[in-house]
């Protein structure tokens, strides 16, 4: 009898699979979804909507209320550890000791605002990156003998900043009561900004700690997503609106029953506009926000609204949106659960159904996966269905087959680059070969005691050290300008009596690291297309300095034909191509911004029979630079 029911039972779920899947064959997935959401959700959504949502809302008002206030309070303590984070940040920078030493002091040596400008640097740029959402990190000063660096230095011009220009925020900063204090920026409710003074010990305001903060960082994840779709506001003391769940009422006043214009303060006031004012003042500018339409007024709201003060006399208000809420109804929640679990077995059924058939067809696939892992690229799989699985079953039979193209590909390709490196191998025989032939013409210039063969064999053999040594891309100055010397003294015993050579070096920027023959070409362009040995009283002259801002400038004057300007506007557009491969400018250029990227430059000055002037500029580099990866 048992065993009668069972078949009885498997039998009818089996015409039941059957059915669903000859309904759901056709279908995609996305159908197939649709199907499982009609049933699984909407379904029952429906019906327990039409009258049961509401009693039980109203059962669990008390349990709705009580984790609102709980909600509230966990997000004031966030936005409090928040703040106060920030607000130590601040502090902190503005109290350095050796920071308002240095900003009182008056400067007469470079050498000692460059110190001052490391030590700002050294010691708040990594400061400035402790927390998340700082967009900018300034800090201002009135030393007049001291630089701004535009990094963290700066004194306040005539630029904009936070909604208005550095001066006057600067100015009404200074009439703030508070020496740390919020504000938002007018126009832009995605940036706050914390101000804090920078005040020595005799009460001197020296300047300001500027910190501007990305609103989504510091409030934007508690705040615009309140507890059920509610709204949220931070206000300070004056009820401005530093934050809230609607960005555009940021700025606005905050008008409650509970508030009047009694309570505003004059520190409130400077948190909220940057300005410290009286309570006359924030009382007359609450009736012009109220003429203005910039309130946002709550006072007859029916909806729940939860305060919870927070540090610095600022406040979080919570508005909460509430439903009319009935008390629960035993039978209704009982009728509730006997729909609900109806229409999931119900809905388990068809789900399982057409899981079963997804996840074997998965597996089938992972199975030839795992074919294909083990090299056997004519892996494939049937397919049948017209859904998203079949597109994927598709899908993979093409990737199987391009596959083993690419591994035949990759096989051709590893023996092109073995044959590659045996021909670079092969390479490395020549300058080998150079160095052995130059070295046993100089020994048979000894032997015939010929000097000048000798100085000759000499520069030729400094000069293709440098020029054929591919295992280097950047050399110290010294060895560059040893480089030079080099082809200079093969020029010399080219045209003899010819160029007269001067040099004007800087002992102190020849261990700096530049890019390996830059100047090289340069001088070479003072014969090819110069024509210096053509005009008498050729002059070449070089020279390598250390200029301000940490930069080395190296030059090359020659007293040749000069370029023409149609010539040198092409050079500058790197459209000119001259005898011999052009001037070379736009080689060095590249090499330059590869190891130096912005920092450096190539300018070329020129009068067309008269002169000209090549200048390389980059940041002096005591270290080997390296590619950078921008570049």
Not at 73 to 82: G, N, P
Not at 211 to 235: C, K, Q, R, T
Not at 502 to 522: C, M, N, R, S
Request: net charge neutral.
């Amino acid at each position: 009898m048992i065993y009668s029911v069972v078949k009885g039972d498997e039998a009818l779920r089996q015409r039941l699979d059957k059915w669903i899947l000859g309904f759901t064959r056709r279908m995609r997935l996305r159908g197939k979804i649709v199907v499982l959401y009609v049933m699984i959700l909407l379904l029952p959504t429906l019906v327990l909507s039409s009258g049961a949502v509401y009693w039980v809302i109203r059962s669990f008002h008390q349990s709705y209320t009580n984790t609102a206030e709980e909600a509230v309070q966990q997000t004031a303590q966030v936005v409090d550890f928040s703040k106060k984070s920030y607000d130590l940040l601040a502090v902190r920078t503005a109290t350095d000791g050796e920071l308002i030493a240095r900003l009182g002091r008056e400067y007469a040596d470079m050498t000692e605002v460059v110190d001052t400008v490391n030590y700002v640097d050294r010691t708040f740029l990594i400061t400035s990156k402790y927390l998340p959402g700082i967009a900018d990190f300034r800090i201002y000063h009135t030393n007049e003998t001291l630089v701004q660096d535009g990094q963290l230095l700066w004194r306040p011009e005539a630029r904009k900043l936070s909604g208005m220009d550095e001066r006057s925020w600067y100015d009404e900063a200074k009439k703030s009561q508070n020496p740390l204090f919020w504000s938002s920026v007018p126009g832009n409710p995605n940036q706050s900004v914390i101000t804090r003074k920078i005040i020595d010990n005799t009460g001197n305001l020296l300047g300001m700690v500027y910190i501007l903060l990305n609103y989504d960082a510091v409030f934007g994840e508690l705040l615009d997503h309140p507890f059920n779709g509610g709204s949220l506001y931070i206000v300070d003391d004056a009820h401005r609106i530093l934050a809230a769940t609607d960005r555009s009422e940021i700025g606005k006043r905050l008008q409650l029953k509970a508030w009047d214009a009694g309570s505003l303060t004059g520190t409130a006031g400077a948190a909220a506009t940057g300005t410290g004012t009286s309570v006359a003042s924030n009382a007359a500018s609450s009736a012009e926000d109220e003429k203005k339409g910039s309130v946002v007024d709550l006072s007859d709201t029916k909806e729940m609204l939860l305060t919870q003060p927070l540090s610095s006399h600022w406040t979080l208000v919570a508005l909460m949106r509430t439903k009319h809420l009935d008390n629960q109804n035993r039978m209704i929640l009982i009728l509730i659960v006997s729909i609900v679990t109806f229409f999931l077995l119900l809905s388990m059924s068809l789900m399982t159904t057409i899981v079963r058939n997804i996840v074997r067809r998965i597996r089938k696939l992972g199975m030839r996966m795992g074919d294909l892992s083990r090299g056997e690229f004519e892996a494939s799989v049937r397919y049948s269905q017209n859904d998203e699985l079949g597109d994927l079953e598709n899908r993979f039979n093409s990737m199987s087959e391009r596959l083993g193209r690419l591994v035949e590909d990759i096989t051709k390709a590893g023996l092109a680059e073995k044959e590659q490196a045996f021909k670079a191998l092969q390479a490395q025989i020549n300058p080998h070969f150079i160095y052995n032939s130059l070295g046993l013409l100089r020994w048979r210039a000894m032997d015939a005691d010929d000097g000048e063969q000798i100085q000759i064999i000499d520069a030729l053999t400094t000069f293709y050290r440098i020029t054929l040594n591919n295992r280097i891309s950047s050399i110290r100055i010294r060895d560059e300008l040893e480089h030079v010397k080099a082809y200079l003294d093969i020029c010399q015993f080219r045209y003899p009596g010819r160029v007269k050579v001067e040099w004007d070096i800087d002992e102190g920027a020849l261990d700096f690291y530049t890019v390996k023959t830059v100047l090289q070409p340069i001088v070479e362009n003072c014969y090819l297309h110069g024509a210096i040995t053509r005009k008498p009283g050729a002059v070449i002259r070089i020279a390598v300095a250390r200029e301000a801002g940490n930069m080395i400038r190296m030059s090359v004057y020659d007293s040749g034909q000069g370029i023409p300007a149609h010539v040198l506007a092409a050079i500058g557009q790197g459209t000119h191509v001259g005898k011999g491969g052009g001037f070379g400018t736009p080689n060095i250029k590249e090499r330059l911004a590869l190891y130096f990227g912005s920092g450096a430059a190539l300018t070329i000055d020129s009068e067309p029979g008269a002169w000209t002037l090549v200048s390389v500029v980059f940041p002096a580099c005591s270290a080997e630079p390296m590619i950078r990866r921008e570049a």
